[in-house]
């Protein structure tokens, strides 16, 4: 069977950015993860989506 799901990541951060929405994109362009294959479960694609933000 195949699916889609999604799953969140909560991160907290300390920034010098003076606005936490520059934060937000700097971290959507440069962050990696790793989830892999289970037993059971077969990971076919990973990727990251784009968080709209209103600036």
Do not use: G, R
Not at 23 to 44: G, L, N, P, W, Y
């Amino acid at each position: 069977m195949y699916d889609t799901i999604f799953l969140l990541v909560k991160a907290t951060i300390q920034t010098s950015h003076k606005n936490v929405h520059e934060a937000i994109a700097e971290i959507q362009h440069k962050a990696t993860c790793t989830i892999t294959s289970t037993k059971k479960v077969k990971v076919h694609e990973i990727k990251f989506m784009d968080y709209k933000l209103k600036a």
